[in-house]
């Protein structure tokens, strides 16, 4: 009885840790970033080509408004993409870039390599980083670490019909394994984000044309899921893991 307790308390949290990374592996939100420069190249292409298609006779926009604070070019990015849009400045990035407050004209770019330098453009380029030579290891990181904890998962739900020792053992020991990869992960975006220039990462060629701007960057939801994950699916590992060896031990 107190053995199919633990495995149930075990099930939630483990269950909860990796919905936790799938989320933080699927969102773009692990770095939020605002600054004043513009520049936006496609964006503003994109902004332009609508204002143009407007009717000859439309009267929108004909009054003269007090000239306002210029507007904010917000940055988030994750391991899939990394997206530039306008934003009022009177919101704060942590909430501007919610899905009910981005604006319909975006400018995304693949992020897959992320989150170490991604040179834009032709390489070699003139802002291409060295470092970026690991992202490589990064990428091979974050999927190993999904693919472990989805697997730990299996394991365990086949576990419990057979109540299995080596099923729950196996599955916990995949558990731990998932927590200490992105517990690393997490470590290393903290690194990143401390140690290098976040600014020229953040900013690339716009920086060239603005170099006072002002820039500010934050850890995303996506971060803060991924980091709440972590003490579940350890926690859950460990608990598989001692009914296993608690099953074995009494059979």
Known sequence: MKTGVVALVGGLLGGLGVLCFLVAFGTDYWLLASDDCGGLGQLETTLHTVSVEKPANSTEGAEVTAPGPPPLTLHHEGFFWRCLFRSDPSLHVVWAVLFTNQPRPKACTPGYLFPLPVAVGPVPHPIYDATAVFRGFWTMLIILAIAVSVTGGFLLVCAVPFFSHKLYRAGGTF???????????VGLFVLWKEL???????????????????????????????????PLVLLSGLLFFCVGKHIQKHT
């Open 175 to 185: 558990f731990i394994t998932a927590a200490c990869l992105f517990l690393v992960l």
């Open 196 to 230: 290098v220039d976040v600014r020229r990462y953040v900013l690339q060629e716009r920086g060239d044309g603005c170099p006072g701007a002002h820039l500010e960057a934050h850890y995303g939801w996506s971060f803060m899921v991924a980091v709440a994950g972590i």
